[in-house]
């Protein structure tokens, strides 16, 4: 293992060395295992291109770290919700190509333009851009999105046509150049749902409308994750690889080894206290767990501020190599775990205390604890915890 950490200055969006941080919260990743990752889903696809989603700060893994990371593993495409986000990718140094898709009438098409950064187009925003890009004398590159099924963002197959000829009156006046056609998955983590076969099918005729009207696309995609570890006729020219970046499973019923991802964060604390209760003992707000004998409590100094859901309580906390579900409600800044009896508190004070991640649980433990998804678990991890970064192995990284 590699011992030093290093560590994201958010001020100035560079990695600084840290040699031996004190540490009470933090989120460790490891830019090895987004790398394996990357390579896994490469090999998997090859040859089509891999787009490494990272925004929501990469699902909470740090976006330019995770974005670098992946750069060097072999993605190619840099994608984000929002331009706002790839804007700060670019200027913290990331030059590689990038797509954002989510705009408002306050996105900053203009600067988008002028940084190179690729941008989908649903509807409306077709005009939009266009206006940017005669106010920068610049062509927009653009991605026409069409909704093959999900309602929610894209082009009806009803709508394609007419956004296809306002798209070409713009192309021939040298305000844009249609280089992609893209559009995303509805239900492809459940491989037995009839409605992604209907989405590809779709997807297929938008292809051919769009080939029809005589743009030379250089890209087209619509495998998300689950679409890439399910679907190969999926795949396309490129594939958009989120979750999996992140080497979580989007399956329910298969975990991410069975495709040789590695979950790339550690989320852990220290043992804030230990002590002696008696019997019928409640613990945290609303007393709703109440203990069945003499007991000792541990109190963990992490709670739904740092990103822990409030519902989920049972979520498991591993101390010493043994987990232990979080007892009572988990509060703004801490929760509790009940030891038993038989301990000696100086064994667990100042402990390692690992939420989820090596040696501990997984974050699918929590998400079913919280009646959510992994994806939503990492994503809401909250800026109160640092993340530290970390190459290959963590053991009690940075001490
Ligand atoms: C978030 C997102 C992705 C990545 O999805 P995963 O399931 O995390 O791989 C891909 N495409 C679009 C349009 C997205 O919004």
Known sequence: MNSEALEQ????????????PKWERRAVIDLSAIRNNVKQVADLVAPSAVMAVVKAD????????????????????????????????RKAGIDSA??????????????????????????????????AAQRVETPARIHIKVDTGLGRNGSTMADLPGQLQRANEYQEAGLLR?????????????????ETDEQLAVFEQAIELIEAAGFDLEVRHIANTPGILSRPDSHHDMVRLGLGLYGLSPFEDEAPDKFALRPAMKLITRVANVKKVPAGQGVSY??????SEETYLGLIPMGYADGLPRVATGGPVTVNGKTYPVRGRIAMDQCVIDLGPEVNPEDFIGKEAIIFGEGGQSVNTWAHAAGTINYEVVTRISPRVPRFYVEGSWGEAGE
């Open 178 to 194: 249609v280089v992609g056609i893209f559009s995303h998955l509805a239900v492809a983590d459940e491989p037995e749902r009839p």
């Open 286 to 291: 609303g007393l709703n767990y109440r203990t």
């Open 9 to 20: 200055s958010t001020e100035t969006a560079q990695l600084t060395v840290t040699t031996s």
């Open 58 to 89: 990469g699902y909470g893994h740090g976006a330019l770290q995770v974005a670098n990371a992946a750069l060097q593993a072999g993605a190619t495409w840099i994608g984000c919700a929002h331009v706002t986000e790839a804007l700060a990718l």
């Open 98 to 131: 990038m797509l954002a898709w989510l705009h408002t009438e306050d996105t900053p098409f203009d600067e988008a333009i002028l940084a190179g950064i690729d941008l989908g187009v649903s509807g409306w925003d077709l005009d939009a851009i266009a206006q």
